[in-house]
């Protein structure tokens, strides 16, 4: 990436991702639907087939009960291949995931849901309903889409509800409360008596390239040290280095729901120097020096917050030299990795290790010999698995 390709990225990037920008178009839009006259109306997104369409639309009517809202349901076919790659993977994990899920909200879906919120599943309603979504800018299922900004499913619902507070729509005034995200817990457990007990091992898919990586980074630290674990990293080409395709809403999807999430777990996000390219490569090939120097999670924690919140180009020396000095690594090592082309050989390998639990994309772990989970927000299927080990 050129330098001043990276000045111009960044700066759009902290546009997008600035909260005083956020909270003027939401000001904006308020004016414009009143002025206009117009009810508030948050719009759902229903694919009859989506395991978590089955659980988002088990909170339209507590949605209406809450909030002055008026709600309207839209039938919409499944993601095309660009936006939902690997496609018979995606099916399988949507309905683990989703049961997981229900069970940890103690959540029942039933297909009755979508008749009584008025949705039919005929070619001509999901043809509507998918023009509709690719209209306003999205491409799955279980979508909620309130004044310009989208929220998946019940893992994202509790945005919603909160930007439904602040505009002064919860019933009465009162805060109705929400489903929150599971929180992790850090258990004090017992010590192990047994001097044969061998530690777990936390397997992590990770890309240099992806900010939910960045939003898992800290955490799954913590877990790793917390209970005890040895956190093994395992790192894989970008998607889009990878040949997997990313359309433009999907990207701008990505970056707006990553700023949230960050937002709420008090991590730095926006000024984004984007990796793509020679900075990611350059960066891996000095990642894996770092795994076999031991400074393996100190690396890829300044990388991450050097390209997502700092506007660190990894594309220039001074640039990847500044995130290795941090983590412990000197210029020489850093000149001495980018020469070593062994790490292409590690990702491929990690690549196909990812596909064979199921899952293609990152951030995923898993402890070893256990099942993999995909994304950020399940971290806490993580330690449940390590507080069964541990007791």
């Known amino acids: 990436m050129s330098s001043l390709r990276a000045q111009v990225g960044r700066r759009i990037a902290r546009f997008l991702t600035s909260e005083?920008?956020?909270?003027?178009?939401?000001?904006?839009?308020?004016?414009?639907?009143?002025?206009?006259?117009?009810?508030?109306?948050?719009?759902?997104?229903?694919?009859?087939?989506?395991?978590?369409?089955?659980?988002a639309i088990s909170q339209l009517e507590r949605l209406e009960s809450r909030y002055a809202i008026r709600l309207e349901c839209h039938a919409v076919p499944p993601p095309d291949l660009?936006?939902?790659?690997?496609?018979?993977?995606?099916?399988?994990?949507?309905?683990?995931?989703?049961?997981?899920?229900?069970?940890?909200?103690?959540?029942?879906?039933?297909?009755?849901?979508?008749?009584?919120?008025g949705l039919t599943e005929?070619?001509?309603?999901?043809?509507?309903?998918?023009?509709?979504?690719?209209?306003?800018?999205?491409?799955?299922?279980?979508?909620?889409?309130?004044?310009?900004?989208?929220?998946?499913?019940?893992?994202?619902?509790?945005?919603?509800?909160?930007?439904?507070?602040?505009?002064?729509?919860?019933a009465n005034g009162e805060d109705p409360g929400t489903l929150m995200p599971p929180d992790l817990r850090f258990l004090s457990l017992p010590q192990s008596k047994d001097p044969t007990r061998t530690p777990p091992t936390?397997?992590?898919?990770?890309?240099?390239?992806?900010?939910?990586?960045?939003?898992?980074?800290?955490?799954?630290?913590?877990?790793?040290?917390?209970?005890?674990?040895?956190?093994?990293?395992?790192?894989?080409?970008?998607?889009?280095m990878r040949g997997l395709p990313i359309p433009t809403d999907k990207r701008f999807y990505i970056l707006m729901d990553a700023k949230r999430e960050a937002s709420?777990?008090?991590?730095?996000?926006?000024?984004?120097?984007?990796?793509?390219?020679?900075?990611?490569?350059?960066?891996?090939?000095?990642?894996?020096?770092?795994?076999r120097r031991g400074c393996?999670?100190?690396?890829?924690?300044?990388?991450?917050?050097?390209?997502?919140?700092?506007?660190?180009?990894?594309?220039?020396?001074?640039?990847?030299?500044?995130?290795?000095?941090?983590?412990?690594?000197?210029?020489?090592?850093v000149d001495l990795a980018i020469t070593d082309e062994t790490w292409r050989i590690a990702a491929e390998q990690h690549r196909i290790q990812l596909l064979s639990t199921g899952l293609w994309g990152v951030p995923s772990f898993r402890v070893t010999g256990l099942p993999a989970y995909w994304g950020q927000d399940r971290l806490w299927c993580l330690e449940d698995d390590l507080i069964r080990l541990a007791t």
């Open 20 to 55: 005083r920008q956020r909270d003027l178009i939401r000001s904006l839009r308020l004016l414009e639907r009143r002025v206009a006259g117009r009810s508030p109306t948050v719009h759902y997104f229903h694919q009859f087939d989506d395991p978590y369409s089955k659980l």
């Open 264 to 291: 709420r777990l008090g991590l730095p996000f926006g000024d984004i120097a984007d990796p793509v390219g020679r900075p990611a490569e350059r960066g891996l090939a000095v990642l894996h020096h770092a795994i």
């Open 122 to 170: 005929t070619p001509e309603s999901i043809e509507r309903g998918g023009a509709l979504r690719k209209r306003l800018g999205h491409y799955l299922g279980a979508m909620f889409f309130f004044e310009g900004e989208w929220y998946w499913g019940i893992d994202r619902l509790h945005h919603l509800e909160s930007r439904l507070r602040q505009s002064g729509l919860a």
């Open 202 to 240: 936390i397997e992590f898919f990770c890309s240099l390239r992806s900010p939910y990586t960045w939003l898992a980074v800290p955490r799954i630290r913590k877990l790793a040290e917390h209970y005890g674990a040895k956190l093994e990293l395992k790192f894989v080409l970008p998607m889009v």
């Open 82 to 117: 660009a936006a939902a790659p690997e496609s018979a993977a995606l099916r399988e994990w949507s309905k683990r995931d989703a049961a997981a899920l229900a069970s940890r909200f103690g959540l029942e879906t039933s297909e009755n849901k979508a008749v009584l919120s």
């Open 296 to 333: 393996k999670e100190e690396y890829l924690e300044s990388f991450l917050r050097g390209v997502f919140a700092e506007g660190i180009d990894a594309g220039t020396s001074r640039g990847l030299e500044r995130i290795a000095e941090r983590a412990g690594l000197d210029r020489r090592t």
